[in-house]
Each structure stands twice: as structure tokens, then as C-alpha cells.
């Protein structure tokens, strides 16, 4: 229905635009969404205009990096310099990029057999999809190429086997043009279609006829001793590659053990293959990362156990590697963990664990965390922590921080409470919390800023409206004579009419000599002016220098319209 609308509504346009950018309820489109959004930008539908302009700034941003940075990549790239392609990326290269010819990286890399690049790019998270100007993605490219272990490795990834080019073949397709046959009987093995037909009529199955490769449609898995073999010389292949990076003064990762290298690489099999061979999974970087602790962060979990299993936690004597360990934990709110690093610490004398990790479970809003080390806490806690969470917009710390006696109006160095730290933050859950627990609100910071006046400087008019339902002033002056009237008159109509309900002085002026009036006028919120003249402001008060709202509306005729309804 929208589609047969949409060249007459722009609201129908605008709508199929809107589903096809955010890829919600169809596959995200970018090329169908801009489709569709035009057809409303051209109707003069303003909403459409705007996402536009985000989709347009999305592009720019999702594919260009410094073109410097990306040119030093490309050339790495084509050198097959492994070392210098992972330290452009991480100076911003962007991995799936095309070069001038329009080609993806990682077909650069394989058309140019930089196969120790190709492997790293595989694993990290690039779109596989990406193809060259003749449509082919890097599944088809390696079929084509023959490059079994990376067709393998990239089909693994891929939700669609069958991805076409621009003569609509698949890569079992070229696979079997090509006499591969140990990609096409793996591709037919695991799902790709035989029988899908190319612009030429033709599917895998009148190709395998011409080609006679013994393709079996059963998926008998002959080919699988092959591939066992081709495994073994992949990885083999890898961890040549991997002492190299370790000894290489250039590379990002020299004196980095190689299963540390491995692990931050994702190379698993290269991982376990080194930890089968008794490599020591507790090695450490530079930096105290370990292969254990990078396999945590990285989320190779199955990695993970096996190397608890060979080289448990109760074995680990330097207080380093428990500590960088338990922090990673704490990240990924793994409580059984963090018991098992802090009986260790405790019998390694580690001190003052307990207490920051308490602050990274708050940092890391980890409330299983949170809940942990509250248990295990002794003495007071620190009332610091509760602004922290409330910070972090976590709201059962939040809760449990002040179940267990944190200080509700505690300040810190700046005179700021919880309750305006929620304000400045646009909080109003945690804003809530706190007034349950009767957070005093005339408090004021350094700055003589009450949590009204943050409310209304950072426009929450949730946190304004439940802070003026407890009793909070609007005439109350900070250091520079400002009050929550004056901050609202100069951007915030909606703020501005709530806090008018309260009756507050409008005559009252800041250490400039303002009125909200005046600050409504020079900020040009015309409906702020509207609303303080429609309350009776007047716009005939002079500041110290002699000028009325008129003088400081000179040359905008609309505010001078408004004012003169006086």
C-alpha cells in the first residue's frame, strides 16, 4: 500500500524511506531509502530532507577515512606489509573502502595473493558483501582464484551463499567454471543452490556437465581430507606470520608473545593450535595483556576455558596478570570470575582491589558486579561512587549504592550534588530516586547553580517539572545573577512556560543588568519573547547602559512586532 501511494503521498514516500534506512522491518537499504526519500524531498517534505542529509553524512563518515591514512593502507595493502596494514587501520583506515579501481581491500588482497593480509582482514569485521565493479564479491573472487582455505573462511561468515554478480552467478557458479572443486563440493555441501540460473541460463549443475569436476549434489564430503590438509598448512602459514610480527620492530605488535598476537588477531585456531603445543597462555604483552585476558575481552569464550583448564588462575604468581585480568571481568560482569582473581589477589597480598573494582563495576554499570563487591566491602563506602552511577544513567546501582548508606547530597569539589549531577545529565530517572530520598533541591553548587537552574540550562523539562512539584524556586540567583527564568528565556519555551506557572519577578536582573526579557530578545527565542510579553514582561526596562528590549530587538522586525503588543 505504501509503495502504491508513494508518488502521491510524501508522507508514504517518507515512510517506506524511513523503514528501508533503519533496516528494521525489511533489509536495510541505503540506495532504496534515498530512493524514496527524494521522491519526498522533491514534494518539499521536510522530514524527508533531513534524513537525507543524515544518510548522506553516514556515507561520508562509514566509508572515507584521512585520505592520507587510507592511501598509506592501500599501499601497504599491495606490498603485502601486514605490519604497516594494521597500524594504518588503527590510525582510521577504513577496511572496506574500495581503491581506485573500485576494488574492496580485502580482493585487493587476494587478487594480489597477499595472503597474510587476507587472513587478518577475514577475521576482522569487515562487510564480505563489498564487491568489485563487476559485482563479484570476495567469495566469488576467491572460487575464481582457486584460494580454498579463504573461500572456506569468508563463506563461514556470509548469511547468503548465493550472492550474485552482475551476470547474476553465484560463487558455486564460478567455482565450478573454474575447476574448483574443492570450494564448489563445499559450497554445495553447506547450502549454495545448484540450480540457480546465471544471465547466460545456465545454473551449476549445466556448468559441472561442460567441466565434468565430479561435482556430487549429495554432499558426500569427499573433499574433506583435502581441506583437513589445506587447514593444517593455513595454520602453519599463520604462526610463521605471527613470530614475525613479534620480531619486527615496525610491526604494532613486536615483543608481544605470538599467542597474545594470535588471540587480539582472532585467529583462533592459531590460539589453540600454540596452546596444544604448550605455548604459555599467561605470557605477557607490554601492556600486562595476556592471551588469557585478551580471549576474555575479545569473547573467545571456548578459547577462554581451555586455557583456564591448562593453566588455571591458582597457578599465576605475578600480581600483574591477576589484576589486568580482574578488570576485564569486571567489564564483562563475570562475578564467578571475579571470585576466583580475588581469592588470589588476596593470597598474592594485592590491596585496595576491592575498592576499585567496586568504582569499575560502577563505571561499567555492571550491577551483578556492583552487587558483588558491596558483599565483600568493608568500612564506608565511598559517597563518590553514587555520582558516578548516577553519571553512568545506571539505575539499580543507583538504587543499591543508596540502599547500602551513600549520602544522598553529598558534593564533590565543584559544590555539585547527586540531584544535579542527574540534572546536567537529563536524568529524570535518577532524579527521581534521589528525591524518593528526599535529596535536598536548594542546594547550590560553586557557581551558585541550583539543580533547577542545571534542569534548565540542559533543557530537561521532565527534571524541571518534578523539581518544581517538591517546592523549587524559580527567583533564586546564582553567582551571576542568573535564575532558571533567565536560563529558559533564551532557548527554552516549554521550560520557560512551566516555570511562569510559579508567578516568579520579571523585573529581576542579572550582574549585566538583563532581565529574562532582555536575554529572550538578544538569543532571538521569539517564542520565549511571545510568551514573557503575553506575562506581562516589560519591554521598556533599561540595562546600565541605557538600552530597552526595543534597542536590543534593533533590525529584527518580528521580535519588535511581538514586544510592541506591549
Known amino acids: 500500500m505504501l509503495k502504491q501511494t508513494a508518488k502521491i503521498l510524501p508522507e508514504s514516500s517518507f515512510l517506506l524511506g524511513s523503514i528501508y534506512y533503519k533496516g528494521t522491518l525489511v533489509e536495510k537499504s541505503d540506495s532504496t531509502a534515498k530512493k524514496y526519500l527524494q521522491i519526498a524531498a522533491d514534494a518539499g517534505y521536510q522530514r524527508a530532507i533531513n534524513l537525507l542529509e543524515k544518510l548522506a553524512i553516514n556515507k561520508l563518515n562509514t566509508n572515507r577515512a584521512k ?31 574500495p581503491n581506485s579501481l573500485g576494488n574492496p581491500p ?29 559485482g563479484n564479491s570476495s567469495l566469488h573472487i576467491a572460487a575464481k582464484l582457486g584460494q580454498t582455505r579463504n573461500a572456506i573462511d569468508i563463506a563461514k561468515q556470509m548469511k547468503n551463499l548465493d550472492q550474485l554478480n552482475n551476470e547474476k552467478q553465484t560463487a558455486l557458479i564460478i567455482a565450478v567454471i573454474k575447476k574448483q572443486t574443492a570450494i564448489a563440493q563445499w ?14 541460463g545456465k545454473s551449476a549443475l549445466d556448468y559441472n556437465q561442460i567441466a565434468q569436476i565430479n561435482l556430487s549434489e549429495s554432499g558426500s564430503g569427499s573433499s574433506r581430507p583435502n581441506q583437513k590438509k589445506i587447514a593444517q598448512k593455513q595454520i602453519k602459514h599463520q604462526l610463521k606470520s605471527l613470530k614475525t610480527q613479534a620480531t619486527r620492530k615496525s610491526s604494532p605488535y613486536f615483543r608481544w608473545p605470538v599467542m597474545a598476537i594470535a588471540v587480539a588477531q582472532s585467529q583462533t585456531s592459531a590460539a589453540n593450535s600454540l596452546l596444544v603445543a604448550g605455548n604459555d597462555p599467561w605470557q605477557e604483552t607490554p601492556d600486562h595483556s595476556t592471551a588469557v585476558s585478551l580471549s576474555l575481552k575479545n569473547g573467545h569464550n571456548k578459547l577462554f576455558k581451555q586455557m583456564l583448564a591448562k593453566s588455571p588462575i591458582k597457578t599465576q604468581r605475578n600480581p600483574k596478570k591477576i589484576e589486568h585480568l580482574l578488570f576485564i571481568a569486571i567489564e564483562k560482569d563475570r562475578t564467578d570470575l571475579i571470585h576466583q582473581l580475588l581469592t588470589r589477589a588476596k593470597k598474592l597480598n594485592l590491596t585496595g582491589l576491592i575498592e576499585r573494582g567496586l568504582e569499575s563495576s560502577v563505571k561499567e554499570q555492571n550491577a551483578k558486579s556492583v552487587k558483588l563487591f558491596l558483599s565483600i566491602k568493608k568500612g564506608k563506602l565511598d559517597d563518590q561512587l553514587l555520582s558516578l552511577s548516577i553519571s553512568e544513567r545506571h539505575f539499580d546501582v543507583t538504587k543499591m549504592l543508596l540502599k547500602n548508606g551513600l549520602f544522598v547530597d553529598w558534593q564533590n569539589e565543584k559544590g555539585e550534588t547527586p540531584l544535579m549531577l542527574a540534572a546536567q545529565k537529563s536524568n529524570p530517572e535518577a532524579m527521581s530516586i534521589l528525591l524518593e530520598k528526599n535529596a535536598k533541591i536548594a542546594l547550590a553548587d560553586k557557581q551558585g547553580l541550583t539543580a533547577l537552574m542545571w534542569a534548565t540550562k540542559k533543557q530537561c523539562l521532565e527534571c524541571v517539572q518534578q523539581l518544581i512539584l517538591k517546592g523549587a524556586h524559580a527567583e533564586t540567583q546564582s553567582n551571576n545573577g542568573n535564575n532558571a527564568v533567565m536560563f529558559a528565556a533564551q532557548k527554552s519555551d516549554a521550560i520557560l512556560q512551566t516555570l511562569l506557572s510559579l508567578k516568579p519577578k520579571l523585573s529581576l536582573r542579572n550582574e549585566n543588568s538583563f532581565t529574562a526579557l532582555m536575554l529572550a530578545v538578544t538569543n532571538k527565542c521569539i517564542d520565549c519573547v511571545r510568551t514573557l510579553i503575553a506575562n506581562e514582561a516589560n519591554p521598556r526596562r533599561k540595562n546600565t547602559k541605557g538600552q530597552d528590549s526595543f534597542d536590543l530587538a534593533s533590525g529584527n522586525q518580528e521580535i519588535i512586532d511581538i514586544l510592541d503588543q506591549y
Open 106 to 134: 580485502l580482493i585487493t588482497a587476494m587478487l594480489k595473493k597477499r595472503q597474510d593480509v587476507a587472513n587478518w582482514l577475514i577475521k576482522q569485521k569487515i562487510d564480505l558483501k563489498k564487491t568489485d565493479a563487476k
Open 187 to 200: 559450497l554445495a555441501n553447506h547450502g549454495s543452490q545448484l540450480s540457480l540460473k546465471d544471465s547466460f
Open 67 to 97: 585520505p592520507q591514512t587510507q592511501r598509506l593502507f592501500e599501499l601497504a595493502l599491495s606490498s603485502g606489509n601486514l605490519s604497516l596494514v594494521i597500524q594504518q587501520y588503527l590510525n582510521g583506515a577504513n577496511l572496506n573502502y
